[in-house]
């Protein structure tokens, strides 16, 4: 059914990679990272569904905490099917995954919050080894695009 609903998203969105004179995004920006790993198939979609691609393939730079498909399964269906349904309100939850500028794993352990593209901070913090992103765990630090770097996270951020 998931599966179903992400197919309907991408069709009545429409690909932003494909048809109408768009050209497929550099395999190493942000949105060709996302793009091209089936890990992210979910974010792709939202991506999509909130006009955010030419964005993530905009010259940037751009710090994204990215949520995995198992991220956005923690939200229960109805909930993200309200959401991906509600353009702005899906892009005010995206753009609060991005904070400008380029921001190493290195640099993120040493902030305790950080301000992100939506205008709304996040909370940054360390226990264990482990940098957290409000309740979010980063999984995989400094996947390094071409327009910034992508830090996976294991829960959609809420703002």
């Given at each position: ?15 932003a990679f494909a048809g109408g004179g768009s050209m497929m995004p550099a395999s190493n920006t942000i949105a060709g990272i996302v793009a091209n790993d ?122």
């Amino acid at each position: 059914m998931k599966k179903l609903l992400l197919a309907s998203v991408l069709a009545l969105s429409g690909s932003a990679f494909a048809g109408g004179g768009s050209m497929m995004p550099a395999s190493n920006t942000i949105a060709g990272i996302v793009a091209n790993d089936p890990n992210f198939s979910t974010l792709l979609a939202a991506v999509q569904a909130a006009g955010l691609t030419d964005t993530l393939n905009g010259p940037g730079p751009f710090t994204v905490f990215a949520p995995t498909n198992a991220a956005f399964a923690k939200i229960p269906k109805a909930d993200l099917d309200a959401l991906l349904n509600d353009p702005e309100q899906l892009k005010a939850v995206l753009l609060y995954h991005v904070v400008s500028g380029k921001v190493t794993a290195a640099q993120v352990m040493n902030m305790s919050s950080a301000t992100t593209v939506n205008g709304a901070d996040v909370s940054v913090s360390t226990s264990g080894g482990k940098v957290m992103i409000d309740g979010a765990t980063v999984t995989k630090a400094n996947v390094m695009a071409s327009n910034g770097v992508i830090h996976v996270i294991d829960t959609v951020l809420m703002p």
